[in-house]
């Protein structure tokens, strides 16, 4: 809960920033160009951040914590060796960068779209170093029980990107900035300062929580110590992993980036969809990892299984409604946060369509978070390298393959499938891991009663949808009490319809909010 609440927080910061985005920039060509320039760190965080290298990191420094075999000495070796790592990467991606955009967005060669990528690319690319140490720092704290500072940093980074925004409006409005290429690149620039400005201040931030937490991280350096060795191997095969998954968003970007303006709507539909993963499964994601890590260290099969099995309880009495909100009503939710300023109604109409299209596969990209530990937690990095291989096929095939068909439609698509299939595959590859790694009895009969009460409502917000359809389409504040009122209205027919049908308890919900030890 404590994670939860602070990824909300920063989600709903995320969704403020985006809303002023698509109302100055739209989905222009600067907007594209600041969108892909922001993507390249966050691509490469995947593997050094909270992706690849985190989980490997995370289980070898809990299962040392556990056993009290100098954790802060192992701890400190990574941090330098991490730092030297991104370092060189920066520099090299600096001097790379119109390679870079290119390899993100083939689309944009030969129009306006690469200078400005290139320029706002080599600006925001060092943010990788201070994100990705963070996120070190942060598997620290969360190793060690301490959740909040980790959890509140991202915070910082859309607080920073919003202040940066609406200095961009105040310089227009000290000097009188009327053209819109010049309004749309003051933007952009300010924006990509602010992410650089962001990255420090939140590594500042948990690097505070570190040192009092009792852990002395100041860098070193590097030595190549038998530690670092294991890590490396084991971080490997996950780098190649994550850099699969990436490959699969590049083959989104690139279909994309042939279609003028899906590249914006394909990520402002990523940000109501990433609402709930981030919230629900990647907040639980990384309180399970180091538990379950502990518990494996204990040999506490009982505990490893409850702790599984709750997480998935929570994560579907969560995402499922999500999801059928997402496929159910997805016009209105688009159209009320961002058809505002430069962000029309034609835009609206395609950014619902690939906001169902995630929605669809919601239920699989939080699966995958709670499942995925298992993996980690025992060391295992291969099995999932095996099994994103698979998907990315799966996404390739149908993201290109359906192009000539449904268009830029295919991307979402392509995603979504790969999703499935991915879950569907460490699902079966857990199997054989005894039953720390299995559901037990009353987590697989609540499965089918939160999908049904998600249904009930699913219904009930169509109906909702069109009684509030003068409020949603009205103008100010009419439409944004119009969704508070769908959105209350729909979490009260599901919470009904959820304990009537069994599938949680008014006082399971209560000792939710207490922290278990």
């Known amino acids: 809960m404590t994670v939860g609440a602070w990824t909300l927080a920063s989600r709903v910061l995320g969704f403020a920033r985006d809303i002023l985005i698509a109302a100055w920039l739209g989905t222009g060509p600067v907007a594209e160009a600041f969108l892909v320039a922001f993507a390249l760190p966050n691509m490469f965080r995947r593997f050094f951040a909270e992706g690849a290298f985190n989980m490997a990191f995370v289980p070898l420094f809990s299962k040392k914590l556990e056993a009290g075999t100098d954790a802060e000495g192992f701890a400190r070796d990574a941090f330098s060796g991490l730092a030297t790592v991104l370092v060189v990467l920066t520099i090299l991606a600096t001097i790379f960068m119109p390679w870079l955009v290119l390899a993100m967005a083939s689309g944009f060669a030969g129009d306006e779209r690469l200078p400005i990528a290139v320029t706002l690319g080599r600006i925001v690319f060092p943010y990788i170093l201070f994100i990705s140490l963070a996120a070190l ?52 620039t300010l924006l990509a300062f602010g992410v650089i400005i962001a990255g420090i201040a939140q590594m500042a931030m948990v690097w505070i929580a570190v040192r009092r937490a009792g852990f002395d991280l100041r860098p070193k350096r590097p030595v190549w110590t038998p530690d670092l060795k294991r890590l490396a191997l084991i971080a490997g095969p996950a780098m190649l992993a994550g850099g699969v998954v990436q490959v699969n968003l590049l083959v989104g970007r690139q279909v994309a980036s042939f279609f003028d303006g899906a590249i914006a709507w394909l990520s402002y539909a990523d940000r109501l969809y990433q609402l709930p993963l981030g919230v629900v499964g990647i907040a639980i994601g990384i309180v399970l990892l180091p538990d379950l890590s502990r518990r494996l260290q204990a040999g506490d099969t009982e505990g490893g299984s409850h702790a599984l099995s709750r997480a998935a309880e929570m994560s579907l009495a969560l995402a499922v409604p999500a999801a059928v909100a997402l496929v159910a009503i997805p016009g209105v939710l688009v159209r009320v946060l961002f058809e505002r300023g430069a962000f029309d109604a034609a835009d609206t109409q395609a950014t619902a369509l690939i906001c169902a299209v995630y929605g669809l596969g919601l239920p699989a990209f939080v699966l995958q978070k709670v499942l995925q530990p298992l993996y980690f937690a025992r060391e295992d990095t291969r099995r999932p390298f095996y099994y994103a291989l698979v998907a990315l096929v799966v996404n390739a095939g149908v993201a290109v393959g359906l192009v000539p068909v449904i268009g830029y439609l295919a991307a979402a698509l392509g995603t979504t499938l790969a999703g499935w299939a991915m879950l569907l595959l460490l699902w079966h590859g857990a199997r054989d891991m005894g039953d720390a790694a299995r559901f037990d009895a009353k987590a697989k009969a609540r499965f089918g009663r939160i999908v049904v009460a998600a249904l009930v409502m699913g219904v009930a917000l169509w109906g909702l949808d069109a009684a509030l359809t003068p409020m949603t389409t009205g103008r100010g504040v009419s439409k944004a009490v119009g969704l508070i009122l769908l959105c209350v209205g729909g979490a009260l027919v599901y919470a009904a319809a959820a304990v009537g049908l069994g599938a949680f308890s008014l006082a399971e919900l209560k000792s939710a909010f207490r922290r278990q030890r």
């Open 137 to 188: 720092l942060s598997g620290i704290l969360n190793a060690s029980g301490r959740f909040v500072a980790a959890a509140a940093a991202p915070v910082l980074l859309n607080i920073i990107l919003i202040g940066s925004l609406l200095a961009a409006e105040h310089v227009f409005a000290d000097f009188s900035v009327i053209d819109a290429a010049e309004a749309g690149a003051t933007h952009g």
